[in-house]
């Protein structure tokens, strides 16, 4: 069984029950109890589950949803984020929009990365908290509890004043003729603010999204410089927006 599918069914039993026992998950996995400990340890790193003696515990100070939408497609999102790593550079303005593929590449930030990071994200916010050479800038407005995003005039009054070097730009859908869509219209400003006040835009986008649809738009395809997909550059799922000038990693 592979990890990914340890932290689900990890994670099942905790939604279903709120606690999990040690002993429980070793005979139900399969597994030893070094393995199950550190299963527990990486899901509690992520504030998914708290530790407790003999288990752990569901973490209630993060909602439900977000705690499936940052297991769900694990394996993509890393190889997602070690791809997106080659974009840094030391000394670049950022903006990082919310996402769990975009928290999974802040957690992939490495150590010697000197940057300024602005987000409207509050797990990202706190992963970057303890990163040594991050200077980090949150703006904050109306938050979205499911997705722990801020939205707002606040947040759009805020943006009009920033320019960056390069925006991580969150993205529920992503179609070769309708470019970024999502699924709220706060969210929607928000995003396409990001945008324009970024010299680069990069959207970090699971497979499963491209070529699917949302109510609205966030910005036309022409508007992304870089597309990052756990696919390879020569799938034919990702020709459509090669052909369109995106460069695709």
Do not use: W
């Amino acid at each position: 069984m592979f990890k990914e599918e340890r932290h689900q069914l990890i994670l099942d039993e905790v939604t279903r029950h709120n606690k999990v026992r040690s002993a429980e998950l070793c005979r139900m996995l399969k597994v030893s109890e070094d393995t199950v400990r550190r299963d527990l340890k990486e899901l509690a790193d992520k504030g998914i589950v708290r530790k407790v003696h003999g288990g752990a515990v569901a973490n209630s100070l993060i909602p439900a949803e977000y705690r499936e939408q940052n297991i769900d497609h694990i394996g993509q999102k890393r190889i997602i984020a070690e791809k997106a790593l080659s974009l840094l550079q030391n000394g670049q303005v950022i903006i990082i929009d919310g996402g769990t593929s975009n928290l999974e590449l802040v957690r992939q930030f490495p150590e010697e990365l000197k940057a300024t990071v602005f987000t409207n994200s509050l797990p990202i916010a706190n992963e970057l908290c303890t990163h040594p050479g991050i200077d980090l800038f949150i703006f904050g407005g109306k938050v979205l509890k499911n997705v722990r995003v801020a939205v707002g005039m606040d947040v759009l009054h805020f943006l009009s004043d920033l320019h960056a070097d390069m925006c991580f730009i969150g993205a529920r859908s992503l179609h070769a003729s309708l470019g970024i869509t999502t699924t709220r219209r706060e969210e929607a400003q928000v995003k396409r603010k990001l945008a324009e006040v970024s010299t680069e835009v990069v959207a970090l986008v699971t497979s499963d999204k491209i070529g699917t649809i949302q109510p609205f738009r966030v910005v036309e395809l022409e508007q992304v410089h870089t597309l990052v997909t756990e696919l390879s550059p020569k799938d034919p799922a990702v020709a459509p927006f090669r052909e369109k000038g995106v460069r695709v990693l």
